[in-house]
């Protein structure tokens, strides 16, 4: 299968449409976020006509708060700066306008930057050469350069050597990704490369999100998500925070869902009404990404129900469990895009009693417990080689 089909879309849709531009009616492609205004994004494709990547790249941003205009890369500098005054000028973008480009969109991009009033723009694998320093020496706003390098060990080196160059104080960056080539960012090519460019695309928001925004409350809006599903114990509003293509990967059993129905599903059979008594919940830390929630916790609970996420296929053992969890929540937005939850599973087998670790360096409660207390034991599985250590010179 190649790269390119592993794209995943969702229901959110701009629409192709034409204005006025040079004097002539000119089709290009808006999207805008569900809230019906955002800040403004100039998108200029790698190609003239906006095909389905470019599409689904417009409509992504739209996803993520922002008011989207896609361009084809035909059209010339005064026409990109004359598109990007009557966008800024409509009811549906608010504030400032940053600029995204691909290939030879990148390029336009960074020309126009001088000529507009362009407050960050991010640049999909940019053609390097002699007179790429000198281009960018005349770009007055911050900017992140993104290349797929995969395959390109030529330009690999360019693109290293590009950032040796860039001594910027305004955040500019230069991001290479040996995990994709060129085009790596574009869905339904068979250059993209989906890990690949959910990565870049996390970097693309933290430069937009710093001089545009929107800025959004994501510990308060995970804090709703969960509320639903614990306190209230209600699918259908734990599902309204969510967008409509969410998933959900409790990664040591693989048990949750992908997509709308199977989420669900698993919400309203395996989830909500099988949260066990003597619920305990420690928050550890909060890590804030531009779109990522990353949060630490130490919780205990009794298995005197049966919980498929945790112990599928196991009778309740009225055992007691403590561990310690990640829980890596990516939003789109304002709404919950994915969860991945991470935890010790050998401990948790072995807390309820069916896991005989015998001499194996599993912990029990211990190790949740040393998330809460770094004080408590070190080493407790090395002694013998802890040992080995003691009096020697640190």
């Given at each position: 299968?190649?790269?390119?089909k592993?794209?995943?879309s969702?229901?959110?849709?701009?629409?192709?449409?034409?204005?006025?531009?040079?004097?002539?009616?000119?089709?290009?492609?808006v999207?805008?976020?569900?809230?019906?205004?955002?800040?403004?994004?100039?998108?200029?494709?790698?190609?003239?006509?906006?095909?389905?990547?470019?599409?689904?790249c417009?409509?992504?941003?739209?996803?993520?708060?922002?008011?989207?205009?896609?361009?084809?890369?035909?059209?010339?500098?005064e026409?990109?700066?004359?598109?990007?005054?009557?966008?800024?000028?409509?009811?549906?973008?608010?504030?400032?306008?940053?600029?995204?480009?691909?290939?030879?969109?990148?390029?336009?991009?960074?020309?126009?930057?001088?000529?507009?009033?362009?407050?960050?723009?991010?640049?999909?694998?940019?053609?390097?050469?002699?007179?790429?320093?000198?281009?960018?020496?005349?770009?007055?706003?911050?900017?992140?350069?993104?290349?797929?390098?995969?395959?390109?060990?030529?330009?690999?080196?360019?693109?290293?050597?590009?950032?040796?160059?860039?001594?910027?104080?305004?955040?500019?960056?230069?991001?290479?990704?040996?995990?994709?080539?060129k085009?790596?960012?574009?869905?339904?090519?068979?250059?993209?490369?989906?890990?690949?460019?959910?990565?870049?695309?996390?970097?693309?928001?933290?430069?937009?999100?710093?001089?545009?925004?929107?800025?959004?409350?994501?510990?308060?809006?995970?804090?709703?998500?969960?509320?639903?599903?614990?306190?209230?114990?209600?699918?259908?509003?734990?599902?309204?925070?969510?967008?409509?293509?969410?998933?959900?990967?409790?990664?040591?059993?693989?048990?949750?869902?992908?997509?709308?129905?199977?989420?669900?599903?698993?919400?309203?059979?395996?989830?909500?009404?099988?949260?066990?008594?003597?619920?305990?919940?420690?928050?550890?830390?909060?890590?804030?990404?531009?779109?990522?929630?990353?949060?630490?916790?130490?919780?205990?609970?009794?298995?005197?129900?049966?919980?498929?996420?945790?112990?599928?296929?196991?009778?309740?053992?009225?055992?007691t469990?403590?561990?310690?969890?990640?829980?890596?929540?990516?939003?789109?937005?304002?709404?919950?895009?994915?969860?991945?939850?991470?935890?010790?599973?050998?401990?948790?087998?072995?807390?309820?009693?069916?896991?005989?670790?015998g001499?194996?360096?599993?912990?029990?409660?211990?190790?949740?417990?040393?998330?809460?207390?770094?004080?408590?034991?070190?080493?407790?599985?090395?002694?013998?080689?802890?040992?080995?250590?003691?009096?020697?010179?640190?």
């Amino acid at each position: 299968m190649a790269e390119g089909k592993t794209y995943q879309s969702h229901s959110f849709g701009g629409k192709l449409t034409e204005i006025k531009i040079g004097g002539k009616n000119q089709e290009v492609f808006v999207a805008v976020h569900h809230s019906g205004t955002g800040p403004g994004i100039i998108l200029i494709s790698d190609q003239e006509v906006i095909d389905a990547g470019i599409k689904a790249c417009t409509n992504l941003f739209a996803e993520e708060g922002y008011s989207v205009l896609a361009l084809g890369c035909h059209f010339s500098l005064e026409e990109i700066i004359e598109a990007s005054h009557i966008f800024k000028s409509l009811p549906q973008t608010e504030g400032n306008l940053a600029s995204i480009g691909y290939g030879k969109g990148a390029l336009l991009a960074l020309q126009a930057a001088s000529l507009t009033d362009f407050a960050a723009i991010v640049a999909f694998d940019l053609t390097i050469s002699d007179h790429t320093k000198v281009l960018l020496d005349t770009v007055p706003c911050p900017f992140f350069l993104q290349f797929g390098t995969k395959n390109h060990p030529e330009n690999a080196v360019l693109v290293n050597k590009l950032k040796d160059l860039i001594s910027r104080k305004d955040g500019s960056r230069v991001f290479a990704f040996e995990e994709g080539g060129k085009g790596f960012s574009i869905p339904f090519r068979d250059t993209y490369n989906k890990l690949t460019d959910g990565l870049s695309h996390t970097r693309s928001l933290e430069l937009i999100r710093r001089v545009l925004g929107p800025y959004y409350d994501y510990a308060e809006l995970f804090a709703n998500h969960v509320y639903h599903e614990f306190i209230t114990r209600d699918v259908e509003e734990t599902m309204k925070t969510m967008i409509d293509d969410p998933y959900v990967n409790h990664v040591p059993t693989l048990s949750g869902g992908v997509g709308y129905d199977m989420l669900k599903r698993f919400y309203k059979y395996h989830f909500v009404d099988q949260n066990s008594g003597g619920r305990e919940r420690i928050r550890v830390s909060y890590t804030l990404g531009p779109n990522r929630l990353v949060l630490e916790n130490y919780t205990k609970f009794v298995h005197d129900s049966v919980i498929d996420r945790y112990f599928p296929g196991i009778a309740p053992t009225g055992k007691t469990v403590e561990i310690a969890t990640v829980i890596i929540v990516k939003f789109r937005g304002d709404k919950v895009c994915h969860e991945h939850l991470y935890w010790d599973q050998g401990s948790a087998l072995k807390q309820i009693g069916v896991l005989d670790a015998g001499d194996l360096p599993i912990a029990g409660p211990e190790a949740a417990r040393k998330v809460l207390d770094e004080n408590e034991p070190s080493n407790i599985f090395m002694q013998e080689a802890w040992a080995q250590s003691e009096g020697k010179p640190v």
